[in-house]
Protein backbone atom coordinates (compact mmCIF):
# COMPACT_ATOMS: atom_id res chain seq x y z
CA UNK A 1 0.00 0.00 0.00
CA UNK A 2 1.22 3.57 -0.77
CA UNK A 3 2.64 5.92 1.97
CA UNK A 4 -0.07 8.35 2.89
CA UNK A 5 1.38 12.36 2.38
CA UNK A 6 2.57 14.15 5.43
CA UNK A 7 -0.17 16.23 6.84
CA UNK A 8 0.66 19.84 9.09
CA UNK A 9 -2.13 21.02 10.60
CA UNK A 10 -2.93 24.85 10.84
CA UNK A 11 -1.42 25.80 13.81
CA UNK A 12 -4.08 28.50 15.54
CA UNK A 13 -5.87 27.83 18.28
CA UNK A 14 -9.69 27.63 16.34
CA UNK A 15 -7.72 25.52 13.92
CA UNK A 16 -6.31 23.24 17.31
CA UNK A 17 -9.38 22.82 18.78
CA UNK A 18 -11.77 22.21 15.68
CA UNK A 19 -8.96 19.15 14.78
CA UNK A 20 -9.07 17.93 18.64
CA UNK A 21 -12.52 17.94 19.09
CA UNK A 22 -12.88 15.50 15.51
CA UNK A 23 -10.26 13.27 17.11
CA UNK A 24 -7.74 12.48 19.99
CA UNK A 25 -4.56 14.84 21.58
CA UNK A 26 -1.72 12.75 22.46
CA UNK A 27 0.24 13.10 25.49
CA UNK A 28 3.97 11.88 24.58
CA UNK A 29 5.74 11.42 21.36
CA UNK A 30 7.60 8.17 22.37
CA UNK A 31 6.77 5.10 20.47
CA UNK A 32 3.64 3.62 21.52
CA UNK A 33 2.22 7.78 21.37
CA UNK A 34 3.57 7.98 17.35
CA UNK A 35 2.27 4.32 16.74
CA UNK A 36 -1.18 4.55 17.95
CA UNK A 37 -1.34 9.03 17.14
CA UNK A 38 -0.51 7.98 13.58
CA UNK A 39 -3.57 5.18 13.02
CA UNK A 40 -5.79 7.74 14.72
CA UNK A 41 -5.01 10.96 12.65
CA UNK A 42 -4.31 12.72 15.72
CA UNK A 43 -3.10 16.24 14.70
CA UNK A 44 -1.67 17.43 18.51
CA UNK A 45 0.93 15.72 20.66
CA UNK A 46 1.89 17.78 24.40
CA UNK A 47 5.60 17.33 24.96
CA UNK A 48 7.85 19.49 27.18
CA UNK A 49 9.61 20.96 23.63
CA UNK A 50 5.87 23.09 22.97
CA UNK A 51 6.72 23.85 19.28
CA UNK A 52 9.10 21.38 18.49
CA UNK A 53 8.67 19.61 15.35
CA UNK A 54 7.49 16.01 15.96
CA UNK A 55 7.50 13.99 12.53
CA UNK A 56 7.59 9.84 12.51
CA UNK A 57 7.02 7.95 9.76
CA UNK A 58 4.92 4.90 10.90
CA UNK A 59 4.36 1.85 9.56
CA UNK A 60 0.64 0.39 10.42
CA UNK A 61 -0.65 -3.05 9.72
CA UNK A 62 -2.61 -1.07 6.94
CA UNK A 63 0.53 0.90 5.51
CA UNK A 64 2.88 3.47 6.06
CA UNK A 65 2.12 6.65 6.96
CA UNK A 66 3.65 10.44 8.28
CA UNK A 67 2.29 11.66 11.39
CA UNK A 68 3.44 15.32 11.74
CA UNK A 69 1.30 16.69 14.84
CA UNK A 70 2.19 19.93 16.05
CA UNK A 71 3.15 20.67 19.64
CA UNK A 72 1.91 22.12 22.80
CA UNK A 73 2.74 21.93 26.10
CA UNK A 74 -0.60 21.88 28.32
CA UNK A 75 -2.91 18.92 28.24
CA UNK A 76 -5.63 20.73 30.31
CA UNK A 77 -6.59 22.83 27.73
CA UNK A 78 -7.35 19.84 25.32
CA UNK A 79 -11.03 19.99 24.24
CA UNK A 80 -11.60 16.16 23.18
CA UNK A 81 -10.16 13.27 24.53
CA UNK A 82 -6.62 12.95 25.35
CA UNK A 83 -4.46 9.82 25.12
CA UNK A 84 -1.77 9.83 27.58
CA UNK A 85 1.38 7.21 26.14
CA UNK A 86 4.14 8.94 28.62
CA UNK A 87 5.54 6.52 31.49
CA UNK A 88 3.79 6.18 34.39
CA UNK A 89 6.46 7.86 36.65
CA UNK A 90 6.06 10.68 34.03
CA UNK A 91 2.50 11.63 33.62
CA UNK A 92 1.09 14.81 35.23
CA UNK A 93 -1.49 12.80 37.11
CA UNK A 94 -3.40 16.00 38.46
CA UNK A 95 -3.56 18.12 35.64
CA UNK A 96 -5.07 15.55 33.27
CA UNK A 97 -8.45 16.79 31.66
CA UNK A 98 -11.50 14.32 32.18
CA UNK A 99 -11.47 12.18 29.17
CA UNK A 100 -8.48 10.58 29.66
CA UNK A 101 -7.06 7.35 28.50
CA UNK A 102 -3.54 5.66 29.23
CA UNK A 103 -1.78 3.67 26.89
CA UNK A 104 1.43 2.73 29.09
CA UNK A 105 2.90 -0.44 31.29
CA UNK A 106 2.38 -0.37 34.62
CA UNK A 107 -0.30 -0.92 37.23
CA UNK A 108 -1.74 1.22 39.55
CA UNK A 109 -2.46 4.15 37.58
CA UNK A 110 -5.28 6.28 38.14
CA UNK A 111 -7.34 6.46 34.79
CA UNK A 112 -8.37 4.22 32.55
CA UNK A 113 -5.88 1.89 31.00
CA UNK A 114 -5.36 0.10 27.65
CA UNK A 115 -3.07 -3.22 27.10
CA UNK A 116 -1.43 -2.41 24.52
CA UNK A 117 -0.14 -6.27 23.05
CA UNK A 118 2.37 -5.12 20.32
CA UNK A 119 6.27 -4.51 20.60
CA UNK A 120 7.64 -1.32 18.61
CA UNK A 121 11.15 -0.60 17.44
CA UNK A 122 12.73 1.87 14.97
CA UNK A 123 13.81 0.01 11.77
CA UNK A 124 17.07 1.21 10.05
CA UNK A 125 15.57 4.14 8.29
CA UNK A 126 13.64 5.25 11.89
CA UNK A 127 10.45 3.62 10.70
CA UNK A 128 8.24 3.41 13.91
CA UNK A 129 7.03 -0.28 13.68
CA UNK A 130 5.69 -3.45 15.25
CA UNK A 131 7.30 -6.82 15.40
CA UNK A 132 6.29 -9.86 16.46
CA UNK A 133 2.21 -10.78 17.04
CA UNK A 134 0.10 -8.58 14.85
CA UNK A 135 -1.01 -5.29 16.97
CA UNK A 136 -3.98 -5.91 19.59
CA UNK A 137 -4.77 -3.32 22.42
CA UNK A 138 -8.07 -3.90 24.94
CA UNK A 139 -9.37 -1.99 27.10
CA UNK A 140 -12.87 -1.06 28.97
CA UNK A 141 -15.83 0.66 26.72
CA UNK A 142 -15.02 4.27 26.56
CA UNK A 143 -16.58 7.25 26.36
CA UNK A 144 -18.35 7.72 23.33
CA UNK A 145 -16.35 10.97 21.92
CA UNK A 146 -14.12 7.66 21.50
CA UNK A 147 -15.61 6.25 19.08
CA UNK A 148 -14.27 7.66 15.92
CA UNK A 149 -10.40 7.00 17.37
CA UNK A 150 -11.26 3.33 18.22
CA UNK A 151 -12.79 3.52 14.08
CA UNK A 152 -9.76 4.83 13.09
CA UNK A 153 -7.66 2.28 15.08
CA UNK A 154 -9.11 -0.43 13.70
CA UNK A 155 -9.31 0.69 9.98
CA UNK A 156 -5.17 1.15 10.51
CA UNK A 157 -5.22 -2.98 11.17
CA UNK A 158 -4.88 -2.72 15.05
CA UNK A 159 -7.13 -5.49 16.64
CA UNK A 160 -9.33 -3.58 18.94
CA UNK A 161 -10.91 -5.53 21.84
CA UNK A 162 -13.61 -3.75 24.56
CA UNK A 163 -13.58 -5.76 28.09
CA UNK A 164 -16.21 -4.97 30.26
CA UNK A 165 -13.40 -5.41 32.62
CA UNK A 166 -10.06 -4.78 30.89
CA UNK A 167 -8.02 -5.67 34.30
CA UNK A 168 -7.08 -9.11 33.24
CA UNK A 169 -5.40 -7.55 29.91
CA UNK A 170 -3.93 -4.75 31.96
CA UNK A 171 -2.32 -7.38 34.49
CA UNK A 172 -1.39 -9.92 31.68
CA UNK A 173 0.50 -7.28 29.89
CA UNK A 174 2.20 -6.29 33.35
CA UNK A 175 3.27 -9.71 33.99
CA UNK A 176 4.75 -9.83 30.68
CA UNK A 177 6.72 -6.91 31.23
CA UNK A 178 7.89 -8.20 34.33
CA UNK A 179 10.14 -10.81 33.35
CA UNK A 180 12.01 -10.82 30.06
CA UNK A 181 12.82 -7.09 29.58
CA UNK A 182 13.73 -6.60 33.78
CA UNK A 183 16.18 -9.56 32.87
CA UNK A 184 17.36 -7.94 30.26
CA UNK A 185 18.62 -5.04 32.13
CA UNK A 186 19.92 -6.90 34.17
CA UNK A 187 22.09 -9.46 32.37
CA UNK A 188 22.98 -7.12 29.29
CA UNK A 189 21.62 -9.82 26.94
CA UNK A 190 19.20 -8.77 24.34
CA UNK A 191 15.32 -10.49 24.46
CA UNK A 192 15.77 -13.50 22.08
CA UNK A 193 19.20 -14.27 24.41
CA UNK A 194 17.17 -14.15 27.42
CA UNK A 195 14.70 -16.22 26.11
CA UNK A 196 17.01 -18.98 24.34
CA UNK A 197 18.88 -19.27 27.82
CA UNK A 198 17.26 -22.30 29.70
CA UNK A 199 17.72 -21.22 33.11
CA UNK A 200 16.28 -17.56 32.35
CA UNK A 201 13.26 -19.06 30.45
CA UNK A 202 12.48 -21.29 33.44
CA UNK A 203 12.87 -17.84 35.60
CA UNK A 204 10.59 -15.91 32.84
CA UNK A 205 7.78 -18.81 33.32
CA UNK A 206 7.79 -19.35 37.28
CA UNK A 207 7.77 -15.49 38.08
CA UNK A 208 4.88 -15.54 35.21
CA UNK A 209 3.28 -18.23 37.11
CA UNK A 210 3.45 -15.99 40.20
CA UNK A 211 1.87 -12.35 38.60
CA UNK A 212 -1.05 -15.00 37.60
CA UNK A 213 -1.30 -15.93 41.24
CA UNK A 214 -0.97 -12.01 42.47
CA UNK A 215 -3.48 -11.08 40.63
CA UNK A 216 -6.14 -13.21 41.34
CA UNK A 217 -5.44 -12.71 45.04
CA UNK A 218 -6.43 -9.34 43.60
CA UNK A 219 -9.83 -10.31 42.46
CA UNK A 220 -8.51 -10.48 38.88
CA UNK A 221 -8.89 -13.85 37.41
CA UNK A 222 -5.96 -14.24 34.18
CA UNK A 223 -7.19 -16.80 31.57
CA UNK A 224 -5.94 -20.06 31.71
CA UNK A 225 -2.64 -20.40 29.27
CA UNK A 226 -1.02 -17.03 30.25
CA UNK A 227 2.52 -19.22 30.27
CA UNK A 228 1.45 -20.67 26.61
CA UNK A 229 0.77 -17.18 25.55
CA UNK A 230 3.60 -15.69 26.91
CA UNK A 231 6.10 -17.91 25.31
CA UNK A 232 4.65 -17.37 22.10
CA UNK A 233 5.06 -13.61 22.31
CA UNK A 234 8.65 -13.87 23.59
CA UNK A 235 9.62 -16.51 20.96
CA UNK A 236 8.08 -14.01 18.25
CA UNK A 237 9.83 -10.67 19.40
CA UNK A 238 14.07 -11.42 18.57
CA UNK A 239 15.71 -8.35 18.95
CA UNK A 240 12.67 -6.30 20.18
CA UNK A 241 14.57 -3.65 22.50
CA UNK A 242 11.92 -3.34 25.38
CA UNK A 243 11.19 -0.17 27.11
CA UNK A 244 12.77 -0.83 30.70
CA UNK A 245 15.98 -0.46 28.32
CA UNK A 246 15.20 3.27 27.19
CA UNK A 247 13.72 4.20 30.74
CA UNK A 248 14.23 1.99 34.23
CA UNK A 249 11.49 4.36 36.20
CA UNK A 250 8.52 1.88 34.76
CA UNK A 251 9.94 -1.05 36.78
CA UNK A 252 7.81 0.37 40.36
CA UNK A 253 5.09 0.36 38.71
CA UNK A 254 5.71 -3.20 37.17
CA UNK A 255 7.76 -5.63 39.25
CA UNK A 256 7.29 -3.45 42.41
CA UNK A 257 3.75 -3.33 42.35
CA UNK A 258 3.54 -7.04 42.02
CA UNK A 259 5.66 -8.03 44.59
CA UNK A 260 4.09 -5.18 46.97
CA UNK A 261 0.79 -7.08 46.19
CA UNK A 262 2.33 -10.30 46.82
CA UNK A 263 3.59 -8.57 50.24
CA UNK A 264 -0.07 -7.62 50.87
CA UNK A 265 -1.43 -11.17 50.14
CA UNK A 266 1.23 -12.96 51.88
CA UNK A 267 1.94 -14.70 48.56
CA UNK A 268 5.68 -16.30 47.84
CA UNK A 269 6.74 -14.96 44.78
CA UNK A 270 10.89 -16.12 44.57
CA UNK A 271 10.71 -15.64 40.85
CA UNK A 272 9.83 -11.81 40.79
CA UNK A 273 11.57 -11.56 44.36
CA UNK A 274 14.97 -13.09 41.63
CA UNK A 275 14.58 -10.99 39.24
CA UNK A 276 14.34 -7.98 41.39
CA UNK A 277 17.40 -8.43 42.69
CA UNK A 278 19.30 -9.27 39.82
CA UNK A 279 17.81 -5.87 38.39
CA UNK A 280 18.99 -3.81 42.08
CA UNK A 281 22.58 -5.63 41.63
CA UNK A 282 23.23 -4.06 38.46
CA UNK A 283 21.47 -0.77 38.59
CA UNK A 284 20.12 -0.27 42.13
CA UNK A 285 16.59 -0.22 43.98
CA UNK A 286 14.61 0.94 40.68
CA UNK A 287 12.72 -2.21 40.52
CA UNK A 288 12.10 -2.37 44.25
CA UNK A 289 8.54 -0.55 45.33
CA UNK A 290 8.83 3.06 46.40
CA UNK A 291 6.14 5.49 47.75
CA UNK A 292 3.28 3.73 46.89
CA UNK A 293 1.22 0.94 44.14
CA UNK A 294 1.04 4.96 42.27
CA UNK A 295 4.79 5.11 42.15
CA UNK A 296 5.85 8.52 42.07
CA UNK A 297 3.62 11.48 40.77
Known amino acids: MPEKSPNLPDSSDEAHRAAIAGGCAILGAGLVGSYLGAAA ?11 AAVVRRVALPNG ?86 LASW ?54 TGEGADIAASCAVRIADGLADRASSFFASVGAHRPSVLRDDGELPWIVGHLRRQAQLAGIACPGLDRIDLMVRERIGSAASPRDSARGRR
Open 41 to 51: GASTVFSRSPG
Open 64 to 149: VRWWRPVALSDPRVVNGPLLVSCRAHQTPWDDLPPDVLVAQNGLGQPRPVIACFFALDLDADGTVCAIGPAPRIVLAPPGPSWSGV
Open 154 to 207: REAGITVELAPDARPAQWEKAILNATVGPLCLATGLGMAAVWSDAALRALVLQA
